[in-house]
């Protein structure tokens, strides 16, 4: 009676060891020039140079900080796994159109499909820029 309990146990195993991992981390720090404003976390952030890096290094997922080079502005958001369609050649800010303004969706960095995207807010519906 127990043989059935161990093949149930180690085909549930093998499923889960075959199961591809989420990977959804932006280890350090990512350093963008922006040229044009754009929101985060319903913040508006004139254009510039900013530090974009995890809340915890040690699950990259819960939370980030966008910190202007000056010191002078930080926001904090929210953060969900990404996953790109493509390995980006280089680190990749997304941005989204809501009315007028650039939206900051996702961050993926050079060579890694996995990213993250800044979780859901408040504001309108956003389309992607090629759209």
């Known amino acids: ?12 195993l093998a499923l889960l060891g075959s199961a591809p991992v989420l990977s959804a981390q932006i280890i350090g720090r990512v350093v963008a020039t922006i040229p044009h404003p754009f929101v985060v976390d319903n913040t508006t952030l004139p254009a510039g140079t900013y530090y974009f890096q995890p809340i915890s290094q040690a699950n990259p ?3 980030m900080t966008c910190l202007s080079a000056d010191g002078q502005t930080v926001v904090a958001f929210l953060v969900d796994a990404a996953h790109a ?5 280089r680190t990749e800010l ?3 159109h809501s009315g007028n303004e650039e939206v900051l969706r996702k961050i993926f960095e050079a060579d890694d499909q996995w990213g993250l995207q800044v979780a859901a807010t408040e504001l309108p519906q956003m389309r992607n820029e090629g759209e």
């Open 1 to 12: 009676m127990r043989r059935p309990n161990i093949v149930v146990f180690l085909s549930i």
């Open 94 to 96: 997304i941005f989204g």
């Open 61 to 63: 997922q819960i939370g």
């Open 85 to 89: 369609d493509h390995k980006p050649q």
